[in-house]
């Protein structure tokens, strides 16, 4: 086993993750995987990503530039964009588990499929008015329109893609069929490759299933850090929510509303 000098490792993920900036495109290449995420706080994931690694790059640049790049929006361990090429490591998926609104409207799938066949590019808000608008319990425990979850499904399970953004929202269209002749154990491998390159810059012997020649980790739960662990969740939640929380509570209600 070969030690890793701290310094070492940060000049390594500076290298790896922070290189010299250059197109849209290329720079989605690089790293493999960009998350999206529309919460602003203080900006969209994509944003905050892209910003220091593309020439000239602007907040809402790759959903502008998405619809003429080699790109697409799909499900990896979360949702955001990756190379076209990337595809054929995630389709077709294994049938794992079935959605909500795939149970409780087994019919819609092949509805929805119908009209974008027949109509191309289609804005969720079109499939309420065509198919109507039932609800279903969505993955916050709140309700969704059974079109929009069942648009998601398709999209996850590769039958749609979308296609451009309409002030922030998907329009989706039918996918290409694809049968990848890659084999399940190569695909998960590379995938899993791609996230850590992308989250935990190590060199690729670092991955080795084998041996982990290069590098091995130890995670040991003692005591003290169980102990460290809740004072620390203890001393936040008071900072965070017991102290605004006993101050809101002496002031009037009109003064609270002014501050906020």
């Not at 490792?9 to 993750?17: C, D, E, K, N, Q």
């Not at 996230?195 to 690729?204: C, E, H, I, Q």
């Amino acid at each position: 086993m070969v030690p890793l000098k701290l310094a070492a490792l940060r000049a390594y993920a500076v290298t790896r993750t922070l290189f010299q900036p250059i197109d849209l495109a290329a720079a989605v290449r690089t790293l493999g995987f960009v998350q999206i995420d529309p919460i602003r706080a203080p900006a969209r994931a994509q944003d905050l990503i892209l910003r220091h690694r593309v020439v000239d790059y602007r907040a809402g640049d790759l959903v502008e530039r998405f619809p003429d790049l080699p790109l697409v929006e799909d499900f990896v361990h979360v949702y955001g964009v990756l190379p076209e090429a990337s595809l054929d490591l995630l389709h077709p998926r294994r049938r794992h588990h079935t959605w909500r609104v795939e149970r409780e409207h087994p019919a819609l799938a092949r509805k929805i499929l119908d009209y974008i066949e027949r109509n191309g590019p289609t804005h969720p808000r079109e499939l309420t008015r065509a198919l109507g608008s039932a609800r279903v319990v969505n993955g916050w425990g709140g309700s969704s329109a059974a079109t929009t979850r069942m648009l998601e499904a398709l999209h996850y399970r590769g039958k749609l893609r979308v296609l451009r953004r309409d002030n922030g929202v998907k329009v989706y269209g039918v996918a290409p069929a694809r049968e990848s002749g890659l084999p399940l154990p190569f695909r998960a491998e590379q995938l899993l490759q791609m996230l850590v390159r992308l989250y935990a810059p190590l060199s690729m012997a670092s991955t080795n299933f084998q041996t982990f020649a290069e590098v091995a980790f130890s995670f040991t739960l003692t005591p003290s850090i169980v102990v460290a662990s809740i004072a620390f969740a203890l001393a936040m939640g008071f900072a965070g929510g017991f102290l605004p929380a006993a101050r809101a509570a002496r002031m009037k209600i009109v003064d609270a509303l002014r501050a906020a």
